[in-house]
C-alpha cells in the first residue's frame, strides 16, 4: 500500500456482511476512498490440482464443488466441455431439462445475491422475503434433480434422470406465484427512498471500465454491456433469449438487473417445461482425448472451462474461470475507487454478488 | 515483540495463483511479446499487483488483445493500450515516451520491425 493516506482501512476478511472470506484493504483520506486490494487465500482449494489426472466420472463431481451456490452451471460447463471434446450431441429432451435445471439455478443465486445486498444495507425484511421465495425455488430444484446443493443432474449426452408429469406440473403450476412475488420485491427495492440513497449512484462501474477488466454476467449488463454466453447457446437460441441490460452502472442496477433476469429466468423455464419433446434424457457416446475452451453463463457472468484429456477420459489439465475473478476485480479496482464514503465499501463489494469459493477455486 | 495480526506474506500464495496453465501461458505470452524472461515478469507482477488482478491477468491479457485498435499500427504493435489500460506493467507516461522514440524513429525512415522489438526490449527492462 502506498503511504500517502490517512488510514489503510482494512474490511474483513471475517465481516458480518461477507458470506465468504475476504480481506479488502482500502486507502482512505478522511471518508473518501483511494483506491482498494483484495487478499485472498483463505478458502484455497486447490481444485483444479485435485482434478488433474482423475477420470472424467470423478472430476464431474468435483466440478460442481468448486461453487455452492452456482452448483448446475459448474456442472453444465464441464459437462459441454466433455462433449465438445467428444462431439458428444445431448438429447433433446435433456437440452431442455438443462435449461431447466440453470434457469432455476440462477433464479436462487440471484434471490440469494439481493438477500445479501438488502441485508448488507440494513433491509433485512425484504432480505428475509427473498430468502423465503429462494427456499421456494430451491424445492422445485429438490424436485426435479434430487438435491439442493451438489446434483450432478447432467452427464454426457443428456441428464441423468426424466422430469415426471407430476414434478412438470408443479413446477408450472409455482411460476406464477414466485413470477407475482419476485416483481412485488422488485417493487419493494426500487420504490424504497432508503434503498435508493443507499444505491442509486454508489459504486459506479463505467462502461469503459467494465470492459477493461472484462467484467462479466450482471455486473457488465449493469454499466450498459449487452454479454451473455446464453445468447450463442443452441437451446436458448431456440427459446429467443436476449439479455437484460441496464446503464446506470451503480449497486442499484446490478440488483435490478438481478432481480429482472430472474423474471426472466422463470419465462425460459415456463416455456421449456411447455414445449419439452417427447424422447430419451439420454444420448451416447465415448469420452474421447482432446482439448477445447468451452464458456457458459453461470448466474455472476461468463464461466469459462478449459480442459484437455487423454485417450483413457482422464483430465491431463484444466483451468477454470469464473466470473467472480473478473467482478470482484472490477468492485475493487474500480467501484470503490473514489467511494465518497467508506460505509459503502461493504455494499459496493456485495452488489457485485462476490463468490470467493469460485474465485479461489 | 508485536506483530501485525493478519499481515502476511502474501508471496506464496500469489506464486500459488500465477501456476495454474492459463496463467503460465498468458506470462509466457507477454514475456514473449515483451522480450522478457517469464521469471522477471512473475517476480514483478507478484511486487506490484494485488491478488485480485493477478487471477484476472489472463482474461484482462484477451481482453487487450481482443480490443487493440487497428487506427494506429505502432501503437498496436507495441501494445501501448495493452501494456497500460488492461495489462498496468507500465505507466502511460513511460508508454508515452517509449512511443514517442519509437516515433522518431520510424520517422528517419527505420524499419518498423526493428523499432517495435528495440522498443519492447527497452521497455522489458525494466522487469530486471
Redesign the interface.
Given at each position: 500500500m502506498k503511504r500517502t493516506v490517512d488510514v489503510s482501512f482494512?474490511v474483513g476478511?471475517v465481516h458480518p456482511c461477507w458470506k465468504e472470506p475476504a480481506?479488502v484493504k482500502c486507502e482512505t483520506r478522511g471518508e473518501y476512498v483511494l483506491r482498494a486490494?483484495?487478499?485472498?487465500?483463505y478458502m484455497?482449494k486447490?481444485i483444479?490440482r485435485i482434478m488433474k489426472g482423475r477420470p472424467w466420472q470423478e472430476v464431474m463431481f468435483l466440478a460442481e464443488r468448486v461453487c455452492g451456490i452456482c452448483s448446475v452451471v459448474h456442472n453444465m460447463v464441464f459437462i459441454e466441455t466433455m462433449e465438445k471434446i467428444s462431439g458428444i450431441a445431448p438429447a433433446e429432451r435433456a437440452a431442455y431439462l438443462r435449461v431447466v435445471a440453470n434457469e432455476l439455478d440462477r433464479i436462487q443465486s440471484h434471490l440469494l445475491a439481493n438477500f445479501s445486498y438488502c441485508y448488507t444495507i440494513e433491509h433485512e425484511t425484504l432480505g428475509m422475503y427473498l430468502l423465503d421465495l429462494r427456499e421456494k425455488v430451491m424445492d422445485l430444484l429438490e424436485k426435479l434433480t434430487g438435491a439442493r446443493v451438489n446434483k450432478a443432474y447432467m452427464v454426457p449426452g443428456g441428464v441423468r434422470f426424466d422430469i415426471g408429469e407430476e414434478t412438470r406440473h408443479a413446477i408450472l403450476g409455482s411460476i406464477p406465484r414466485i413470477r407475482e412475488e419476485t416483481k412485488r420485491y422488485r417493487g419493494m427495492f426500487s420504490g424504497g427512498p432508503m434503498i435508493g440513497l443507499r444505491s442509486k449512484g454508489v459504486g459506479i462501474l463505467s462502461r469503459e471500465d467494465a470492459?477493461?477488466?472484462?467484467a462479466v454476467g450482471p455486473t457488465a449488463r449493469a454499466s450498459g454491456i449487452a454479454v451473455d454466453c446464453r445468447q450463442r447457446h443452441p437451446t436458448y437460441m431456440k427459446l429467443g433469449f436476449s439479455p437484460v441490460v441496464r446503464d446506470e452502472g451503480d449497486n442499484f442496477a446490478r440488483v435490478m438487473v438481478r432481480f429482472d433476469e430472474a423474471i426472466q429466468s422463470l419465462s425460459l423455464v415456463q416455456q421449456c417445461l411447455e414445449r419439452l419433446p417427447e424422447g430419451p434424457v439420454l444420448a451416447g457416446g465415448i469420452c474421447r482425448a482432446g482439448e477445447t475452451v468451452h464458456r457458459g453463463e453461470a448466474p455472476r457472468g461468463e464461466l469459462s472451462y478449459?480442459v484437455k484429456t487423454d485417450e483413457y477420459g482422464r483430465i491431463a489439465?484444466?483451468?477454470i474461470?469464473t466470473p467472480s475473478?473478473?467482478n470482484?476485480?472490477a468492485a475493487?479496482?474500480y467501484m470503490m475507487t473514489g467511494a465518497v464514503s467508506l460505509a459503502d465499501v461493504t455494499s459496493i463489494f456485495i452488489s457485485a454478488d462476490p463468490c470467493i469459493a469460485c474465485?479461489e477455486r | 515483540m508485536m506483530d501485525v495480526l493478519?499481515e502476511?506474506d502474501?508471496r506464496p500464495?500469489k506464486l500459488?495463483i500465477l501456476e495454474?496453465?492459463?496463467h503460465r501461458r498468458t506470462i509466457r505470452e507477454i514475456g514473449r511479446r515483451l522480450g522478457v524472461e517469464p521469471g522477471w515478469l512473475i517476480r514483478w507482477a507478484m511486487a506490484h499487483f494485488?491478488?485480485?488482478?493477478l487471477?484476472?491477468l489472463?482474461?484482462?491479457f484477451?481482453?487487450g488483445l481482443a480490443?487493440q485498435g487497428a487506427d494506429d499500427p505502432l501503437a498496436s504493435a507495441i501494445g501501448a493500450e495493452l501494456f497500460t489500460?488492461?495489462l498496468p506493467f507500465f505507466t502511460t507516461e513511460e508508454m508515452n515516451a517509449a512511443l514517442e522514440q519509437a516515433r522518431e524513429r520510424l520517422g528517419r525512415g527505420e524499419g518498423m520491425e526493428a523499432v517495435v522489438k528495440d522498443t519492447l526490449r527497452v521497455l522489458g527492462r525494466g522487469f530486471a
Open positions: 482494512p476478511p480481506r486490494e483484495v487478499e485472498l487465500g484455497k486447490g483444479e470492459g477493461r477488466c472484462h478449459f489439465e484444466i483451468s474461470q475473478i473478473m470482484i476485480e475493487a479496482h474465485t | 493478519y502476511k502474501l500464495l500459488h495454474s496453465p492459463r494485488d491478488m485480485q488482478l487471477e484476472n489472463p482474461a484482462r484477451e481482453q480490443h489500460v488492461y
